[in-house]
């Protein structure tokens, strides 16, 4: 069993609030993350995917297709764009990392099954302070 | 002559745009930078400021003093706030690095000399790829 | 489950060496990092911890309060000291990484459990090339 | 139980080809990494090895001696060479980094196991967005 | 006058020899840079350019015509390249850094001017350890 | 002209405070800097040399004696010490970033001019957060 991880990064709007409380309330559980006029990041995202190593290429994925498959269904949906409003696999959910980080799990696990590797993490970069990691 | 550099960071929402025009042709000039709907970065902003050591000291600023008047003058009117909206220094203009820049110097340099140094230069980065330097 | 990681860093003095050995034994177990006069480093410190997303906020613990706490416990304790000398639960301890690893789990683990979380890792780097990780 | 990381890094060339097939076939497999004049990268090796703290001396390994057995088991055969045709450990393997880790992983384990060590990661970053990691 | 600087990367193979001489007198002057089989690197390009900004947008120059006229001049010629053997404008000069970075300015300096800007700066990083900088 | 810069890396141990000051002043001038029971850092320094290309070897200076010179001047006489009382260039000098520059331009100059290059810039980087540069 071996483990490839690639990287990617997308730039994004986003505001921390919980519908049906006001900004004020909002404030006290999320503090300056629950700016109305929303704040931004440069996320780093890593995903790590595992399998076996087919011995005729010494590959176990690609990491070209993998980079593609990141970009389809998550990065092109993120970057440059307002989480909050605009990504639809975040509609409804409260735009925390931990919330993303699970959002992104669910967008990627399939694709990456139809490619016969197993998805082990996502991993995401909010800061160079702070991240967070899921692993299903 | 020596020379400080002090780092620190701040996350903002922008978005570019040029007043007067449409979306359409703020796409053509800004690309996905001008998306209505906000995006953001996380800004990693380094003040260089120039002098004289101290020979009592051994110091020519304290880094303390330096981080003091860049926290209030600047980051605090940036982090987790709308660049376009929010930022009193940035009204009016649109919000490239660029003019974020220059605008970051206006707000510096009277209060830098005010301590007898001489802001050298500022620098931001808005990702790993692209940075933009100033110097008066 | 989802394990959320805090960064934090202090810059400390320390020396290695086994109480009732010379200087010259000493040497001969730790080479230079036994050098009797200190020396120091910018440790970096990335604590873990796990736990489940809470849905009415979409966090598993707040950032911030897991900030407070490590700096609170660990980071006032050891930032710009002699580890040796003045840090209460490195008495009595020989001021390797490994041990001091251990000892900032032993803070840790209790007050953050009291928060409602787990603490799954503390990994502490001492140079761009070294580092130790525990998991209890 | 405690992990220690050691980081090292080489610098090398190689070229990615299955024998038998024609530089055409490799090319679809494997892009332009199959280049036939080869290409090269700084590779960055963490090898993470655990065990117990040894009361004595608060040491579980010695972090000089860890990486002593690095380089000369991997580095000095990678280092500034042709991975394909003089690193001895790769010979008729095709140098993808999922061999490669492999490979470091069998020469590491029983000289660190002598040390009254086990071999816990070998993880190989080709660059900074791509790094395989192997677990035995 | 303000300053943008882009960061690219490129993956190439090389190696440093004086023709005329044996291999035993380029190991001499070049060390193990000089191996015949070649040894390679992942190299990062900063350039950085000149200029004013335009009041109308904010914008002195566009960041991503940058990023397209250094990888249709630079990157696409070195990036899983042999740089001694397969890339136009090292033709017969030595491969070392130096020489690389004079011949990337003389890439870039016209069709940068074509875009009415000035290039300031060619930084080369061969590794985190050595960079050159070529300012004309 | 062309620059070439190289970069080391040096843990030391320090306290900057004024003689014939009580802790208690000094405390006032440098804050925690000042503790009398020592604190430290992972220095990172960045020497830039200049001159011109060889045309015979395509070098200007080789980089390994560059990094020679550094760390017999230098890096020995810091790395693992402890600066205030261990370091011969620093007697007598308040053990500030600055003076550091300065002292550690003077120790390297002459030896550079003897190898026929130009001393450019002396770089301290303290914490990821403040620099020093020193250019004579």
Redesign the interface.
């Known amino acids: 069993?071996?483990?490839?991880?690639?990287?990617?990064?997308f730039?994004?709007?986003?505001r921390?609030f919980?519908p049906g409380l006001s900004d004020e309330d909002n404030l006290k559980?999320?503090?300056?993350?629950s700016?109305p006029?929303?704040?931004?990041?440069?996320y780093v995202l890593k995903v790590?995917v595992r399998g076996e190593?087919d011995p005729?290429?010494?590959?176990?994925m690609n990491?070209?297709r993998l980079k593609e498959i990141i970009n389809e269904r998550v990065i092109e949906k993120l970057?440059?764009?307002?989480m909050n409003?605009?990504t639809d696999f975040m509609a409804g959910?409260?735009?925390?990392t931990?919330?993303l980080?699970?959002a992104v799990w669910d967008e990627l696990k399939g694709p990456l099954e139809a490619e016969g590797v197993t998805l082990h993490c996502v991993r995401i970069e909010e800061?160079?302070?702070?991240?967070?990691?899921?692993?299903g």
């Open positions: 069993m071996i483990y490839l991880t690639r990287r990617e990064r730039s994004a709007a986003h921390m919980r559980i999320y503090g300056k993350c700016n006029n929303w704040h931004g990041h440069n790590t190593i005729d290429t010494g590959y176990f990491a070209t970057d440059h764009r307002n409003t605009e959910k409260i735009a925390t931990e919330n980080a699970v800061t160079e302070n702070n991240f967070i990691e899921y692993y």
